[in-house]
């Protein structure tokens, strides 16, 4: 397995036969292995530095009704509730105080903010904080409501395509759902010139292998700027409450595979991964990652957008948050870095 290990490391890709070899060879030895080369790499393009993101979830009304996500429009017992615009200004008042400079708009697909609310609200938020990044990832929209954040503001853009495997995405979403037009619009994200971050869930219900590898493969397609993945994690007010969650091991695994096939991309320790072990943020640095995304929403709201089980960090405040992640990174040897962390484009071959 070293030697397909290394091959990855030079080529920056595998065959999705290769790809779902070395997937079934997760041992801890091929997992050591892959993740000093990943930490490597990361080092290389890195050093130490760590990125943060301010996160703030702030709808969780949502059109869609995705089977394993807690806040799916067929969860009635979900507390719904909505920032104003004047909470999520004051939500980055206080990230930028504590050292953000890039803010993640998070959301359901809520057709209650319309393209022009979310446009004046990335103004806004641009208007106040010149020097800051912001990143939407409210779902599927049109390619005109894309194009106008995008002139409002908007640096970045998250979707992740979930699984690249239509058959799959059938399973794990009603029929009205696509991975035809969830693909679409990263398409036309990276036309529009965002840097675009798309991922899928690891150990998702119905999920082979095969699927992993084809999840891969498209990624290498897109080459996007930023890759999020995390273990499943049931929610028990969905279809899939009973599925088991992801593995641990498997998701760091994916990090360094990632971390291997894009050496300078912005890749996440998410916090479902700190949801599944104390230290699983640390152990996705460690494996590769580069970045962590804080909450930055306010605390009242926290424990509603509950997307999954036991999510972390639902009670505590964001400067909280922010100051345990900056323990936690120093305690493995990294440091938090007060700057936007845009994707830099660079020449791998050198
Ligand atoms: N509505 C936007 C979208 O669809 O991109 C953003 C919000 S959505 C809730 C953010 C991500 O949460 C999804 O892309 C999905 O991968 C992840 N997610 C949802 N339910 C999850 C679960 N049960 N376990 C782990 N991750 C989950
Ligand atoms: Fe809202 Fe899936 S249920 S994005």
Redesign the pocket.
Known sequence: MKALIDRLYKERTLSKEDFGLLLTHCTPENSEYLFQLAQSVSKKYFGNRIYVRGLIEFTNY?R???Y??G???GNSRAQRYRLTKEEILSCCENGYELGFRTFVLQG??DPFYTDEDIAGLVSSIKKSYPDCAVTLSI?EKSREAYQKYFEAGADRYLLRHETANAAHYGKLHPQNQTLQNRMECLWQLKEIGYQVGTGFMVGSPFQTVENLAEDLLFIRQLQPAMVGIGPYIPHHDTPFADQPAGSLELTLFLIGILRLMLPNALIPATTALGTIHPNGREKGILAGANVVMPNLSPVKVRKKYELYDNKICTGEEAAECRFCLQNRMESIGYRIVVDRGDFCPVNLND
């Open positions: 949502c869609n009704d995705c394993y996500c806040i799916r429009r359901g697909e779902g």
